[in-house]
């Protein structure tokens, strides 16, 4: 600071923050603590490779949170295909009616369909599913184009 900026800031009642270990400060900027103009090139390396870690930290976490969701999306995936599988071969139906079956009990009850496929494949039936909120009156009415000849 030159002597004229000095007096500014000094004028203007402007304060500089006072460190209260002067070589963690020094550390901080990446200079050296002895003469303060020089980088040291051991703290800065520090504060890079820390830098790096918490990063690097940081990534694995976010890798791992995304393991942990596409296991889960393939366990369901698996049960979704099992229970339509099981309606296409209790009912007669084609892949994309039986998944339009799910699908239709999952909203019908408020559930998501992974839930409906899991409950299907665990014994259940698409009929059986325990609804979270108002039950639905009756059976799952099926679309037109899907229902069997000479049913109503």
């Given at each position: ?41 051991r703290s800065v390396a520090d504060v ?9 930290l940081a990534e694995l976490d976010r ?90």
């Amino acid at each position: 600071m030159t002597s004229s900026q000095h007096q500014d800031s000094e004028a203007s009642g402007a304060r500089r923050a006072v460190p209260a270990d002067p070589a963690a400060a020094a550390v901080d900027r990446g200079k050296s603590p002895g003469d303060g103009s020089k980088p040291d090139p051991r703290s800065v390396a520090d504060v890079l490779d820390a830098f790096t870690h918490a990063r690097l930290l940081a990534e694995l976490d976010r890798a791992h949170e995304q393991i942990a969701h596409l296991e889960v999306a393939v366990e369901s995936n698996r049960d979704i295909g099992t229970a339509i599988g099981i309606v296409m071969t209790q009912d007669g139906l084609t892949k994309e009616q039986a998944f339009d079956r799910l699908r239709a009990a999952s909203q019908a009850t408020h559930r998501k369909l992974r839930d409906i496929g899991a409950d299907v494949v665990n014994g259940g039936s698409l009929l059986q599913s325990p609804p979270r909120g108002p039950a639905p009156s009756g059976p799952i009415p099926r679309p037109p184009s899907q229902r069997r000849p000479g049913a109503s």
